[in-house]
């Protein structure tokens, strides 16, 4: 990991109490083998369970973790956005705090790094999910990339390394999930040079997904739309930049 001088790495949790101590510990072993200069900041949005107990507990015994705390679930968006907002090194590493991903694979995105790259995204190498989230995630990436115009493979992986530059001129506004299509899409549009990175996805063993459920389907439909007429149609986010 010799390629950065600094990093961020932030997880949002929700109701992630039986995760995210692993999550935090397996980050801080990893990166602190390639550099001295790091943070790690948890966003707990509003959970419920004891996430903030443990996360209180992770703050004392290590002094490079910070937690910023939503009083009340403002919704995974709003979650990325705070962290991403909150971040101050040169790069910045996010995953979720439900442990489907593992933080040591962070070394694989950094290996690839080269002077030019700005964004190395992970994508899944196998999908670990029961069916249904297993057929919703395998039409879902096919609809939005051919409505989107998206180059990646698998826009829906939220293990992603970028420079904390990207977000002077990216600026996000989704609250939702659909806040990873909003990010790649700026950030696609704005040209900034992707690489992308084969990751392990595992059994979620603890609670359950905020986004994809069927009661939900409907409302991220409307959401998918509302961003497809305001980033494709409208180009509101590159015709500000001009301005």
Known sequence: MESLKSLSIFFPAYNDAATIPSMVISAFLTVR????DFEIIVVNDGSKD???E???????????????THPQNRGYGAALRTGLSSASKEWVFYTDGDAQYDPREL?????TLESNIDVVNGYKIERSDPLHRIIIGRL??????????FRLRDVDCDYRLMRRSIFDKVQLTSTSGTICLEMVKKMQDFRYKFSEVPVHHYHRAHGKSQFFNFSRLFRTGIQLMSLWWNLVVKKHHLKNHQA
């Open 107 to 111: 070394v694989k995105l950094v290996e």
């Open 33 to 36: 083998r390639g550099t001295d």
């Open 140 to 149: 879902y990436p096919h609809i939005v990339r051919i409505i989107f115009g």
């Open 54 to 68: 443990m996360l209180n507990e992770l703050q004392r015994l290590y002094p490079q973790v910070r937690v910023i």
């Open 50 to 52: 004891h996430t903030g």
